[in-house]
Structure formats: C-alpha cells, structure tokens
C-alpha cells in the first residue's frame, strides 16, 4: 500500500511505501556512535503509562519532575540516550538553555522485551549505573513479571533486588515512593494472565 506525502522542498506530492516499524523508531548516540533504539510494544507503553500515573499520584510535584520517553539524559560524556521513564529530584540540570538533554536524573526506569536484552542492553545498564547523580535504576521486562532494581550505595557499590511476584512493593528511597508490581503490570497479559491494579500505599 502506498500513501503520498508532500515533499516540503519541492512542493508537490512524492509517492512511498507506508513506513514500516523500523523506520520510524528513535536513534540513540551511544559511546560516539549512532544506534537504533528497538521500537516499543503494546505491553511496553502500558508499563510506561502505569510507571508515570503511579509516580505522579504520589511523589512531592513541588520537589520533583516526572518525565516520558521523549526526554534526552546524558550518561556520559559521548552517550545520550532515551529512558522510559526519568525522575529528577531537586532542580533538573540541562547542557544548554533549550532544556532538551537533562544532565541529572535521580530515577531511571527502562523497559526491555525477552527478544532485546543483549550486550548492548548490558552496555546501556552500565551507562546508567556511570552517571553520579543517579540513586535508582530499574530495568522492567514487558513480557514476564520481573524488574530488577539497583540501588546506589557509593560511586563503587549498587544493592542489586529482584521483584517478580504480584504482592512485592517497589520502594524508591530517592524520591519516598513505593508501589506494587501489580500496579505496574496492570492491564498487561503475562502467559494469559490479566493483572489488575491494587495500591501500594
């Protein structure tokens, strides 16, 4: 099937093939290099929806600032990249005045698929866990009930945890939160199982 699109050089109408998943997925620059970031996942924008209402349901507004997948971090000085989801606390620091790279996110949440855990995903848990001004890190499977959390000690040392039952609560001590895996697995279809919402605090 094809569709026209205007060509804004020379106005008129050119002719193309409806764009598939991978054209039009976001791009990373990692260790000075430029890579595709896998696309998302119905399951995988659920959990991100469910990360950020239950975030911004709870965590002081006036302190701290949520943002979505859109949001830029820096976490190196060759790296950018795109997380799920980021929680600064305090004042959020950017690289210029067009606010577009934040330089100090407190939380971050990345949300991965069975098919995409590989070594560059290793390479990207590394990146994170670099970066000095990150408290907490959770790495969140869309396709089984786990998430795995990193919590920083020192600038040498992480607690590492593992959440895979339904009952089990997160608490992020960074930014006085805590919520239930169930919250965030809500309307997602683990193995034919649908979960439901239940409130952690």
């Known amino acids: 099937m094809t569709q026209p699109i ?7 109408q050119v ?13 990373e620059f990692i260790d000075g290099n430029i890579v595709a970031k896998p696309a998302t996942n119905r399951w995988h924008s659920i959990i991100t929806t469910n990360f950020i209402t239950a975030l911004g349901s709870r965590i002081h507004r006036g302190t701290c600032e949520i943002y979505s997948q859109d949001m830029q971090v820096q976490i190196g000085r060759n790296s950018i ?26 939380v971050l949440i990345e949300v991965f698929s069975n098919g995409s855990r590989s ?5 990207r848990v590394e990146g994170f866990l670099a970066v000095p001004k990150i408290r907490e890190f959770l790495l969140v499977n869309d396709a089984e009930m786990r998430v795995e959390h990193y919590i920083c000690q020192n600038a040498k040392t992480w607690m590492y945890r593992i959440y895979n039952e339904r009952d089990d609560v997160i608490s992020l001590e960074s ?20 979960l439901t919402s239940t409130a952690a605090n």
């Open 6 to 12: 205007l060509d804004p050089v020379h106005s008129k």
């Open 119 to 123: 070594a560059r995903q290793a390479q």
């Open 81 to 106: 990249c795109f997380p799920d989801v980021v929680v600064v606390n305090g004042e959020p620091v950017f690289n210029d005045d067009s606010y577009e790279v934040l330089q100090n996110p407190t």
């Open 175 to 194: 930014i006085n939160c805590k919520l239930s895996l169930s919250e965030v697995y809500a309307q997602v279809h683990l193995r034919a199982q649908m």
């Open 15 to 27: 002719r193309t093939q409806a764009p598939s998943r991978r054209d039009v997925g976001k791009t």
